[in-house]
């Protein structure tokens, strides 16, 4: 949202409905924390652009009844932002932190440009006015500037014995009940498990030999694919089984002595390597993103709970979630300077900055974690394959 509402002239619109947008309420107070008041109006255009964001980019996926099942948890979770960006502005002068001149102008620009490429209709439906504008880019201003001064002292160091990543490859023959042609459920006989098996011990006596797994699966059965996936001590998503007895290899390129037996099937397992570097290095990275998160968080939290918040359901109640909201096109131009700033660093701040990873599932946070940073490596790509793989076969 901070990044788009910073794009000069992007524009909103509504794709359906009949503009419910509350104006009588624009003025009237939705929350407060400690002494400072939170209006309709406020709200209700964050969450309004929210909506518009999440519809536009992940409306195939959210379905028809999205906004109704989620709605109230998605304003919720935008006013509890909302009251977090506050404090954080009430605990500016703790870090040092103050809005440049260049910053307050290049708000008031953006904000300008947003007024001017939008209709009175949707603005005023979406209760969007200059000072509203502003007040919200202000807000994500500050968060952004508290977030780097709250986290400036993290621990950045991480050892390899920390993060140690090693990397196995393993291929799974299934056992799972099949179905006939009239939809039926067929368990597999004795005999169909034992060739299944076969098929399994054959392609580790192959690996076993110092063939490469994918040509001795391919030899075998060449409709099956082999994973690769990394994990730690505390981390990854190799099953237990599977963890287990790669722990008991203890050579690069060592593959399980024995196929692997579970209840769904069975495993040919190898070894790539005891340590993966890259995926070290990755990890660290990882473990110095949680380690901010988690201080960022402790914060911020800490700042909730001392604070007095106070709701008005009743107003709170009144927003409804009938029209349905999009972002218009965007020009080529527009198009390309978001996907260099998606590139830059400022997607890993927003993400680190807006989401919590412990908190319920929000219209915001989904579209935070899709901004997510370079957490989301080739390591997390093949682990989610073989989640699949995985959940599908057991």
């Not at 992007?10 to 209006?39: F, M």
């Not at 993060?163 to 056992?175: D, G, I, L, R, W």
């Not at 011990?201 to 996936?229: P, R």
């Not at 965007?330 to 890993?348: C, F, L, P, Q």
């Amino acid at each position: 949202m901070y990044k788009k509402l910073l794009a000069a002239g992007l524009c909103v619109c509504l794709a359906a409905g009949t503009l419910t947008g509350c104006g009588s309420d624009a003025g009237k107070t939705v929350a407060q924390v400690d002494d400072t008041k939170i209006e309709y109006s406020l709200l209700n255009f964050m969450l309004r652009y929210n909506q518009a964001q999440m519809q536009t980019y992940y409306g195939s996926f959210l379905g028809t009844d999205y906004w109704t099942s989620y709605g109230e948890s998605s304003r919720d979770g935008v006013l509890e932002d909302l009251e977090t960006m506050i404090l954080l502005e009430k605990h500016m002068d703790d870090y040092g932190v103050s809005l440049s001149d260049e910053e307050k102008s290049a708000v008031t620009e953006a904000a300008t440009a947003f007024m001017e490429a939008n209709d009175a209709e949707t603005l005023e439906a979406m209760t969007a006015t200059q000072e509203i504008v502003e007040r919200v880019l202000t807000l994500y201003t500050v968060q952004s500037k508290m977030y780097y001064a709250i986290i400036a002292d993290v621990d950045t160091n991480v050892t390899d014995e920390e993060a140690a990543q090693k990397t196995v490859q393993y291929v799974f023959f299934s056992t799972a009940d099949t179905t006939d042609d009239d939809g039926n459920t067929v368990a597999r006989t004795d005999e169909e498990k034992a060739e299944i098996k076969a098929q399994a011990q054959e392609v580790l006596d192959a690996v076993k030999a110092g063939t490469d797994m994918d040509e001795a699966l391919e030899a075998v059965d060449d409709s099956k694919t082999s994973y690769t996936t990394s994990y730690g001590a505390d981390n990854g998503t190799l099953n237990d089984t599977l963890k287990e007895e790669a722990e008991k290899l203890t050579e690069d390129g060592q593959a399980a002595e024995e196929v692997i037996e579970t209840d769904s099937g069975y495993y040919v397992l190898k070894m790539v390597t005891l340590f993966d570097e890259e995926e070290t290095d990755e990890y660290k990275e990882t473990i110095i993103s949680e380690r901010k998160s988690d201080l960022y968080s402790e914060v911020t939290d800490g700042y909730l709970e001392a604070a007095t918040v106070t709701k008005n359901d009743k107003v709170l109640e009144k927003m409804d979630f009938v029209d349905t909201w999009e972002l218009k096109v965007e020009t080529e131009s527009e198009a390309e300077t978001e996907d260099v700033s998606e590139a830059e660093t400022e997607s890993a701040v927003e993400t680190e900055v807006v989401t919590d990873a412990a908190e319920t599932e929000t219209a915001s946070e989904s579209e935070t974690e899709v901004v997510t940073d370079a957490e989301t490596d080739a390591a997390e790509t093949a682990a989610e394959t073989e989640t699949e793989s995985e959940t599908a076969a057991e």
